[in-house]
Structure formats: C-alpha cells, structure tokens
C-alpha cells in the first residue's frame, strides 16, 4: 500500500529519493466536508423548524466535520511520529466526532420534505419485512417512538438491518456512537436524532412530541434503496 | 437535598446547609427507619406516601438575567425539574423498598454500584438540579475569598488554572452530563471532574462543591450550540462562591484536609 512503502522509503533512505517525493504528495490525508442539504432549511416546516435545521446543520454537524479533520490530523502525526499513547488517547475524539458526521449525514438524507415523499409508507421488500418483522408499520414507530422516550441523555435510535442475520433491528446508541458498535453486521437505514439539539427549540421538554411528528417527514425511499442493496 | 415531607410547598430550610439527613415528619416523629405506619388510628391502616416535593431555586426566575434567561428557568425547573420529581414520585409509590430514604441515601442505594436501578436518574437528576440552582445567584461570579480560594490554590496551582481545567472539562463533555468541583475524600483534594447524564460524585462518596449543567436543555434556548460562552458566563457572573464557601466549611468536618498547625512551645 502507498502509505507503508512511503514510511519504508521516508524512514530507511537517507538521501530523499525522487520516488520517496512521489509518494508522498499522493499519501494526503482524507479530510471531509460538511455535505449540502438535498433541501431547503425551512422545507421540513411545521415538523422540524428552519431555524433547528439550520443550526443543526452549519453549526453541531459542521463542529463534528472540523473537529473529526482535527482529531485526523492529529493521528495521522502520532501514526508517525511512532506514538501509541496519543494514538490511543484520540480514540474517544474520533468515535465521538466521526460518529457525529456519519450519523448526521444519514439524517439529513433519512428527512425529506413532503411535498418530495417525505412520510411515504415504504413498499417493496422494506415494507414487507417491516410487517415481517415487527408487525405493522405503526407497531414500527412505536417502538421506536418508546426506545428514544426512554433513552436517558443524548443518542440515536435506528432501525436498521443485520446484513448476517438479515433481520431489521430497532437500536439505540448512546451520544455519537454510529450503529455499527452495537454489531458489526448492522447498517443504518432510518435514524432519529434524540439529542436536545435537534428539537428543544421548538419542542422544549416534549420529546415525545417530536417523535411521533418527525415521521411525517422521513425519507422511505432512501430507507428501502440501502435495504434493497444490502439484501442482495 | 429534597425534602421529605408530606406537602408540595417548598420547605424553608437554609439554602446554604441543606444536605443529609432532612427528615420530618408527624410532630417530629423521626420517619427515617419506619416503612408504613398508620395515619390514623380511626382509619384502617393506610399506606405513608412518602414524596419528594419540588424545591425552589433561592431567587426570582428572573433573577438571573441576562446570563440565563426568565424563559429558560421557566423550562428547566419548572417544567424539566418538576418532571423529574413527580417521575420519582410516581416510581417510589411502586416500590416499598425505598420509603425513608433520605435523598442523598437514595441515590447511592439506586446506583447500585454501578447497575443503576430505575429510580436512579431521577433521585440523582432531582438532587443535581438542587444543587445547581443554588450554586448559583444573581451578580455572581468573581472569585472565593480566604480559605477555600487558598484550597484552590493549593490544589490546582491558581485560580485561573482551576477555570481552564473547569471550562475544559466542560467543553470536552461529550454527551449530557455535569461538571463538579469536588472535593475528593480519599485523595483530600479538590478537583474538577465531569459526569455523564445523571451520575454525581455522591456515588463515590466524594463531597460536591459547585456544579454545572451541560446537558444541552441548559444553555440551548439562550446560547444555542455555543457551551463556551455558558460556561464563561457561569463562572464569571453566576456561580456562588459563598454557597461553595459553606459546602466547603461542612465538607471539612468530614476530611481531614491537613495537619493543623500547633506551634512548637
């Protein structure tokens, strides 16, 4: 791989080879940026505010994406520098960070406005195993709807499906840990930020509230493509 | 710090001191070890429901402004705190098990050592909203004064290292959670510690001083996502050095926190 022939050519040679130059101009670190809304700020109004959304995108989701670059950069210099204890100690800024952006870029594509099928019941083989597995659609979200009532604190709840079992799961996770630490097998497919930073503005203490109201506008069909895909 | 009493109209009992041990009861029958007694003899015997009542916070809800708006005391104690208690309520009527606890006791016992029962997040979050509303007063801020400022000193260098460490800590809290200036009993020191959701330092059996709510509902409605100028603000303009002052004066009569000084003949 690029990066270990680089550190053999950085580190034995003396003189600095021209090759040595090559590869490392091509060993850049992979940095992120905060991804556009498919959507307006205010196009998810009366359920989610334009002004929640603009704040939940520009300024917690763009920290996350900064703070993950920084947290990047700074492994990437104790990676080579040869220093454990510092790889190890940014372990914790990473998970929480990174966690943030991989789990707010699905949210933003789990949300769509209504007027582009946001609250669409899902078809197809996703509606199906819903009904499979948990019932009905309405049994569905109320049991989501309970997970993220009773989760103390700041997380996630998911459905999700285990690509081993292939069975659908309902999940919670604790502050920005994505999905895939409650099981490596388990990909995303729907999840409802309950942090207070995503409905206090306009739902005060009523978390409830904001559960039972966000599905009107939550993306089905983008749900049902990355089962179909990881059904396959 | 709640009381145990048998109405919801908030006890007047010295902000300053309250802590353990605040049991009442009928013409100061001592309630604490006895589960159901009966409340009369002319009835049949009837269950003591003991509850935990809503505390106000040592000043007017607006008290506090500009640094935590009217709006935001509104929705935090009235609304939030009050949730808690009447979750703890309703949690307690159901389990005879923990009638007479004081609140302190009751958050140790719902720990469980680290597998929280049930009633824990609210025993704790009722006790941590007690004690942050009166860690704080209006036109607070500045700096503790004599003994406890040379605590602070002494255990953290300067009182302006001691805000680095706090502010940090705070802005480092991934999560909801607290901050504490604690005082640490096996160590005898004071120190800045943070704490996820509900969890406070009574459960290591460590003596809180001030604290500081960082779960978002705390800041959200006046400073939005920016925890930096909440926590400034708490330190520079609303906590109470002299509430901490007296949690430190009660706190040493249960550490020991060094050699006294006795002059050589």
Known sequence: ?232 | MGSFCFHTSAVPSSHLLSGTDCTYGLGGLKLGNLRKIPFSRTHKASKVLAFYGLKKPPYKLDALEPYMSKRTLEMHWGELHRGYVEGLNKQLEQNDILYGYTMDELIKATYNNGNPLPEFNNAAQVWNHNFFWESMEPRGGDMPKLGLLDQIEKDFGSFTNFKEKFVDAALTLFGSGWVWLVLKRQERRLEVVKTSNAINPLVWNDIPIINLDVWEHAYYLDYKNDRAAYVKNFLDHLVSWDVATARMIRAEAFVNLGEPKIPVA
């Open chain 1, 1 to 232: 791989m690029a990066l270990s022939l680089c550190n053999l050519v950085s580190r034995n040679s003396l003189a600095p080879l021209p090759i040595g130059r090559l590869l490392l101009s091509t060993r850049g670190l992979q940095t992120f940026s905060l991804p556009d809304l498919p959507y307006d700020y205010g196009a998810l109004e009366p359920t989610i505010s334009g002004e929640i959304m603009m704040l939940h995108h520009q300024k917690h989701h763009q920290t996350y994406v900064t703070n993950y670059n920084k947290a990047l950069e700074q492994l990437d210099d104790a990676m080579n520098r040869g220093d454990p204890s510092t790889v190890v100690k940014l372990q914790s800024a990473l998970k929480f960070n990174g966690g943030g952006h991989i789990n707010h870029s699905i949210f933003w594509k789990n949300l769509a406005p209504v007027n582009e099928g946001g609250g669409e019941p899902p078809r197809g083989s996703l509606g199906w195993a819903i009904d499979t597995d948990f019932g009905s659609l309405e049994s569905l979200k109320q049991k989501m709807n309970a997970e993220g009532a009773a989760l103390q604190g700041s997380g996630w709840v998911w459905l999700g499906v285990d690509k081993e079992l292939k069975r659908l799961v309902v999940e919670t996770t604790a502050n920005q840990d994505p999905l895939v630490t409650k099981g490596p097998s388990l990909v995303p497919l729907i999840g409802l930020d309950v942090w207070e930073h995503a409905y206090y503005l306009q739902y005060k203490n009523v978390k409830p509230d904001y559960l039972n109201n966000i599905w009107k506008v939550i993306n089905w069909k983008y749900a049902s493509n990355v089962y179909e895909k990881e059904s396959a």
